[in-house]
């Protein structure tokens, strides 16, 4: 079975870490993020692996080459514009068509075990099976629907969702193709993890954006095509967001009882004082300074005595002319850097 990435969004959110390369390519746990879902799906069998570009395809390419250090055979695909999570496929599709396949979101974190999912999906027959997680912090993640294991429809936001909390806490879900109806308590999420039978391209439009819900899943449910829910435990972590991606990292350095990540050629000069914080590539960190709570990007100087806390931080050189997304953090110049406060 073949697995696909969805990877050629923009980051407008993650800006200004995506200031100077891709989303995809931002540095994860020591490897490029779609590196990190690479390894999560080779792991589970998945070595033939699609992954979609179109915003600076060349700083993918570039970080992730050919996928073997990640244990898979990466197949790339361009888009000249934005197709969407569904005519993302379509523009894949003669990678894909022949054999049921995996989509994934690329950025995600989590080790839901796809091997319970494929089974489910097998057992059913259905057109696609989507991976559900309980939404027991009930953040801004669109409810779906579900009866006797079958998706029914999809819903809004919870109506009390907490939209500051990051994604992530192990839950206990249910095990593979329980019945799972939706509750006060705990609404459905959808994970962005999803395995699709080859006929769902019957059901994607050709050649124009698409959205898989509105334009393909809506659709079929009509049609009387029926879409499996698999609800899954484990950990499941979104990095949408610099204050997310900072929040992954550190829960997951936890596992490993680190509370700091140091990219290739950084160094943290003797008396510096850096905690809970991620450096990227080539990052210097000076005697006496001090980092806390914060992201420093690629080639970032922090020099003697200064102070930085709760930040997102890159070279001033990169956002000099450079226009802010809507999105994007808003920040200040601070000597050679790019200072922008995370959001509380």
Known sequence: MRAMILAAGYGTRLWPLTIDRAKPAIPFMGRPLVGYVAEYLARHGFRDVVVNLHHRPESVRAALGDGGRFGARLHYVEEPTILGTSGALDNARAL?????????NGKLATDIDLGEALVTHRRTGALATLVLRRNIERERYSSVRVRDGLVEGFGGFPASDNAGSASGAAQNGEGEGATCLESEEAPLM???????????FSFIPRGVFSHSVTDVYIPALKAGERIAAHVAGGYWYELSTVKRYLETSLDLLKREARDVEVGAGSNVEAGADVR????WEDVKVSEGASVRGSVLGAGVVVGRGEVVENAAVVRAELVLGAERPEKGLDGELRGSNFVAPLPE
């Open 276 to 279: 809970e914080s991620v450096l």
């Open 96 to 104: 894909l068509e022949g054999d049921a396949f995996v989509v994934i």
């Open 190 to 200: 959808f994970t962005g993890i999803q395995i699709l039978d080859p006929r769902i």
